[in-house]
């Protein structure tokens, strides 16, 4: 009996024992055009979208926020039209009606921008938020930033920031998606002196509900300058598209630490860890107070609480580079490597033998997980990577930067290249077309074989599934 009581007795601190913590991370979530973060979390994956500059729309997807860090940016979307070619900004992701919306800014060309820039939004072929996607329309006739939607007291808004003298927060009702219903009506516009520094703006509205009570959070003052911040907004009245609904709190929610060197920290967006029991904030931040807004940017990441008067509690920016723990819920490792497999063989990019001499064949093989089939997926800023094999250190090349059909993929050395340079562009199921920059030819396994050793090389796009690679953390 006292044995089996002492067993007992041994046991009991394993009941009701908390998951396994976290994989830590520490920020920035995106180094490399990391302005105006987004992150939603859905089966188990996050996916962050951020402001490019360009004529595209990447997503990065990971099942731990730590794993964003590394993950490869593929494309989903780039500018159809001249009106909406370039310079996008501030894209977000929102699930209804069982698609995903990609709502974002653009602009007609990338010397005179800034005032041509319209409000659009996007529409999944199905649930998966790596598209497909197609145009649906844009939002407002007029110059309108930062575009976000929410389901208030079951009506959807749309919510933005347009230019009247000084930038305000407007806000409208919508039929669907991707239809205004109604005209737009201002709802928040900078009074306070923390909302006009170098600049009257308010901007960068998302909406935060809990237990009941909706929250507006905004970027306030010039994103230029180090005093760019968040300010509230609560709905205190029946109608979330008219000012006298809304009570502004009398200060900032969040601002530039200097004790911890973060500067200009704003344009968020909000989530909910894996099990649902913790509230996040994802934001943009400098950590010098003479940079100002462009790429220098980058997407951070932090856990806040709730006051107890239901109010949220942001606290303070963390320092860059703060090991923390990530949100409850995760699994409790993250991987900062790739295989790269073929869809239609179902086998990884391998250099021969493992061999580390410059030219070294990339070909496919059965996935045996071995290094010279491990990849580090590095991000070069400018919407490409490079592709690092984990055994050798040498990254994809296509041989002799040809332009040819049937040119060799191999591995070199680094020569910081455009033929070394590849993006990835999503097509279904979550595969991607791996595109040279150089060339705009595509990593395909010759004549479609299933066989080990078959050779991988450059091709035309024949949107064939010889032509399509997964990249899973390894």
């Not at 409000?119 to 497909?132: F, I, K, Q, T, Y």
């Not at 709802?187 to 006009?196: A, G, I, K, M, N």
């Not at 951070?300 to 703060?322: E, H, I, S």
Request: proline residues 6%; contains cysteine; charged residues 15%.
């Amino acid at each position: 009996m006292l044995t089996l009581l002492a067993a007992l007795l041994l046991a009991l601190p394993l009941l009701g024992q908390p998951p396994a913590h976290a994989a830590s991370f520490g920020n920035p979530v995106k180094a490399q055009k990391g302005a105006d973060p987004w992150i939603a979390f859905h089966n188990g994956h996050y996916y962050l979208v951020s402001t490019s500059w360009t004529d595209v729309i990447t997503v990065r997807k990971a099942p731990t926020l730590a794993g964003l860090a590394t993950a490869p940016s593929v494309q989903v979307w780039q500018g159809d039209a001249a009106s909406r070619c370039c310079n996008i900004w501030a894209p977000e992701l929102h699930f209804l009606n069982g698609r995903w919306y990609l709502y974002y800014v653009a602009g007609q060309n990338v010397t005179d921008y800034n005032p041509t820039q319209r409000s659009h939004v996007l529409e999944s072929a199905g649930s998966d938020p790596m598209g497909p996607y197609t145009y649906r329309g844009q939002l407002n006739p007029a110059w309108m930033l930062d575009p976000t939607v929410a389901t208030i007291n079951g009506q959807l808004y749309l919510f933005g920031s347009v230019h009247n003298g000084t930038q305000n927060i407007v806000a409208a009702r919508m039929s669907n998606p991707y239809t205004v219903s109604s005209p737009f009506s201002t709802v928040s516009t900078p009074t306070y002196d923390w909302e006009r520094s170098g600049g009257a703006v308010n901007e960068g509205p998302e909406v935060l509900q809990r237990g009941g009570r909706t929250f507006l959070v905004y970027s306030a003052s010039g994103c230029w300058t180090p005093d760019y911040k968040l300010g509230q907004l609560e709905l205190t009245g029946p109608d979330p598209a008219s000012a006298s609904s809304w009570t502004k709190k009398s200060a900032p929610v969040f601002q530039r630490s200097d004790a911890n060197g973060v500067y200009g920290p704003g344009h968020n967006g909000f989530f909910t860890s894996p099990d649902g029991t913790e509230s996040w904030i994802v934001y943009h931040a400098n950590d010098s107070a003479s940079e100002g807004c462009d790429n220098g940017r980058t997407a951070r990441a932090q856990k806040f609480t709730w006051n107890a008067d239901g109010t949220p509690r942001f606290g303070t920016p963390v320092r860059l580079g703060t090991s923390a723990a990530g949100p409850s819920g995760e699994p409790a490792s993250t991987s900062t490597t790739y295989t790269v497999t073929n869809r239609n063989s179902g086998k990884c990019l391998d250099v021969s033998g493992g061999s580390t001499a410059d030219g070294a064949d990339v070909r496919q093989y059965a996935c045996t997980g071995g290094a010279n089939q491990r990849w580090r997926v590095e991000d070069l800023g400018d919407d490409t990577h490079r592709l690092v094999n984990v055994a050798t250190g040498k990254v994809l090349d296509t041989a002799d930067c040809s332009a040819a059909d049937g040119a060799d993929l191999r591995q070199w050395s680094w020569l910081n290249n455009t033929c070394q340079r590849f993006r990835f562009l999503a097509t279904d199921g979550g595969h991607v077309r791996i595109v040279n920059q150089a060339t705009g030819k595509v990593a395909d396994v010759a004549n479609c074989s299933t066989a080990d050793s078959a050779d991988v090389r450059q091709w035309s796009w024949l949107s064939n599934a010889c032509q399509q690679w997964r990249l899973n953390p390894a």
